[in-house]
């Protein structure tokens, strides 16, 4: 993972003044952002690690995503939703993949395809709602 | 799980030299 960004830990306490322009208002708060502090991601509240590591290959994916390389993101979504299977995040994963694919080439089957997927899948994720629009 | 930086500046150069994004951890509890 860590190939993957450059991981820096900020006690609040200690460091207030570091954490006020990224408006952080409750530990912990973890955040991607580029190298100019621009903020892709987001995530407030403590989670036990299998979970917090696929939060964070859906973090990185939605930062690709947001810096308009779909093709990289969609394997990040694609590694969240397969390797994590088993946490409340794989839904949200698969979603953005289909997304990311769809971004990549244009090709709107693959929005088509998840929301069957998903409906399977995961019946009562707010995503297969989100997903539901492309279902025929 | 990871080798934690503590230094978000010098943290920002790292990232900026090797065109990574940065994960910063927010947090109140010591370590």
Do not use: C
Request: hydrophobic share 45%.
């Amino acid at each position: 993972m860590t190939e993957n960004f450059v991981p820096v830990k900020v006690n609040v306490k200690e460091h207030r003044e570091l954490f006020r322009p990224f408006t952080v208002k409750w530990t912990p708060t973890i955040l991607i952002v580029d190298p100019d502090r621009k903020e892709f991601f987001r995530l407030e509240g403590y989670l036990p690690a299998h979970d917090f590591l696929a939060q964070l290959l859906i973090g990185l994916g939605r930062t690709l995503f947001l810096q308009n390389k779909p093709k990289d993101a969609h394997k990040f979504f694609r590694r969240a939703a397969d390797e994590f299977a088993d946490t409340d995040f794989a839904s949200e994963a698969e979603y953005w993949a289909a997304v990311a694919q769809y971004r990549a080439t244009a090709d709107h089957k693959f929005l088509d395809e998840v929301a069957g997927v998903m409906a399977k899948k995961y019946p009562k994720s707010n995503w297969t709602k989100r997903a539901s629009i492309w279902a025929h | 799980m990871f080798e934690w930086s503590h230094d978000l500046d010098s943290s920002l150069t790292k990232a900026k030299e090797h065109f990574k994004p940065l994960l910063i951890d927010f947090s109140a509890a010591p370590e």
